[in-house]
């Protein structure tokens, strides 16, 4: 089943700007995760929020939770066309021993 | 080098006929799974396993079969009963704490 829905589907930006992408899902979790997709390849694992953490950075990356709204955000800044994939929430919550996908946030970054 | 190693890249299956896709990993972790992606879409799980010689079903394990048999190997099995076998699919594997999943760069499976 698909817990995390992101939103929007597809995103455009100009080389430079920021990208923010959002992810709600449905029941109580543990931790969120963020990966990344390239064309047609394996996804990468970004960076992950516990569910008593409200905000966490990497590098570029701005990950922020809200549990209470069942909701996350992804923020990429000063964005690059390297930075041109498709971005997947995803979940792990409860005794469940698995991972569930969002449907994803396709970026293009023009430069 | 570490990592996950799925094959063949690209794969087709004819009509009543089953194939196997390979997936290994070097990275010593317990747990592997099995997603399926559909063009524009998130992934499914099909199947997952948390230790060798067993595994349990996921969302879509209708038409699929799996073995682990070694802590290594995780292959997956399309059957002639999985009716729409065309999509991407992605192996995985992770230390046993769900923080973070390592893939394979996904195998294409094509029905001709």
């Known amino acids: 089943s698909q817990q995390g829905e992101e939103d929007p589907q597809a995103l455009s930006i100009q080389e430079g700007e920021n990208a923010t992408m959002n992810c709600s899902y449905k029941?109580?979790?543990?931790?969120l995760q963020w990966y990344r997709q390239n064309s047609g390849r394996g996804l990468v694992h970004l960076i992950l929020i516990r569910s008593n953490e409200r905000e966490k950075h990497s590098g570029r990356l701005r990950v922020t939770l809200d549990t209470s709204k069942k909701s996350s955000s992804l923020l990429i800044t000063a964005s690059r066309a390297a930075d041109t994939a498709s971005y997947f929430c995803a979940t792990a919550g409860g005794s469940a021993r698995q991972l569930t996908f969002g449907s994803g946030t396709q970026l293009t970054v023009l430069p | 080098d570490g990592g996950i190693t799925q094959s063949p890249k690209y794969l087709f299956r004819k009509e009543g006929q089953n194939v196997t896709l390979s997936c290994e990993q070097n990275l010593n972790h317990d747990a592997m799974y099995w997603y399926r992606q559909d063009p524009g879409q998130g992934l499914r799980l099909i199947y997952y396993?948390?230790?060798?010689?067993?595994?349990q079903k996921g969302d879509i394990a209708e038409g699929y079969s799996v073995s682990r048999e070694k802590k290594e190997s995780f292959p997956l099995t399309v059957t002639s009963a999985q009716k729409n076998p065309t999509a991407f699919y992605l192996c995985?594997?992770?230390?046993?704490?769900?923080?973070?999943?390592?893939f394979g760069s996904g195998t294409q499976l094509s029905v001709l």
């Open positions: 396993s948390q230790i060798v010689n067993d595994f």
């Open positions: 995985a594997s992770s230390p046993d704490r769900m923080e973070k999943l390592f």
């Open positions: 029941t109580s979790i543990n931790n």
